[in-house]
């Protein structure tokens, strides 16, 4: 099973940009396919980004096209994700999550992922 722990998170004005990371031990994220979902206090987990195992093909939600970039370091073991002009409404705990050769074709579902990260808060506020 893939081990999985986010960063970066913190509080940052509207307009501003962070950048969290997915580190993962136990499964190279170069086959797996890792998405990043967010969860605000009383909403449903929603699917922001996924990227494909192996051909790295891209897919993000409609919220966020444009602003967010997912990437991945495969010499690092990571998935990033670049989060620039944020919106008060972009504000929730984001978590990474992985699942062994998977492409995202369902990655909206958060059942199609076996592995979890902890999660890391981010604040969009001034």
């Known amino acids: 099973q893939v081990q999985l722990v986010e960063s970066g998170g913190g509080l940052v004005q509207p307009g501003g940009s962070l950048k969290l990371a997915c580190a993962a031990s136990?499964?190279?994220?170069?086959?797996?396919?890792v998405g990043w979902f967010r969860q605000a206090p009383g909403q449903e987990r929603e699917a922001v980004s996924c990227?494909?195992?192996?051909?790295?093909?891209?897919h993000y939600a409609s919220s966020v096209k444009g602003r967010f970039t997912i990437s991945r370091d495969s010499e690092k073991n990571t998935v990033t994700l670049q989060m620039n002009s944020l919106k008060p409404e972009d504000t929730a705990v984001y978590y990474c999550?992985?699942?062994?050769?998977?492409?995202?074709?369902?990655?909206?579902?958060?059942?199609?992922?076996?592995?979890w990260g902890q999660g890391t808060q981010v604040t969009v506020s001034s």
């Open positions: 990227i494909s195992a192996s051909d790295g093909v891209r």
């Open positions: 136990g499964f190279p994220l170069e086959y797996a396919g």
């Open positions: 999550a992985a699942e062994v050769h998977y492409y995202c074709l369902d990655y909206w579902r958060p059942m199609a992922f076996g592995s």
